[in-house]
Nanobody
């Protein structure tokens, strides 16, 4: 069984910073792309940033220059460093991983349970 667990969310003032983590565990054979998504109340889930297994990154325009995605392949962990946070960044942040499990070696996407980020004074 594969699990993705996010942590690091919380309440922060505008202009502040947070660092999110996502740990993938369980019967994992290989992890391909990973990504962060977010969903604000009343809105659809949207892409924040993605990172390939080799470290290539992609960002939504709304977070470019403020957020940095990274990963540690040995630890099956992905991070999102969020700086200069704005109230409009308030959302539940979800991690996603495209991976193959050990058995029965099926490739599919997995989601974490989400972590709340609130930016407010």
């Amino acid at each position: 069984q594969v699990q993705l667990v996010e942590s690091g969310g919380g309440l922060v003032q505008p202009g502040g910073s947070l660092r999110l983590s996502c740990v993938a565990s369980g019967n994992i054979f290989v992890i391909y792309d990973m990504g962060w998504y977010r969903q604000a109340p009343g809105k659809q889930r949207e892409l924040v940033a993605t990172i390939t297994s080799s470290g290539s990154t992609n960002y939504d325009n709304s977070v470019k220059g403020r957020f940095t995605i990274s990963r540690d392949n040995e630890k099956n962990t992905m991070y999102l460093q969020m700086n200069s946070l704005k109230p409009e960044d308030t959302a539940v942040y979800y991690c996603n991983a495209d991976l193959v499990d050990l058995r029965p070696r099926i490739r599919r996407g997995y989601w974490g349970q989400g972590t709340q980020v609130t930016v407010s004074s």
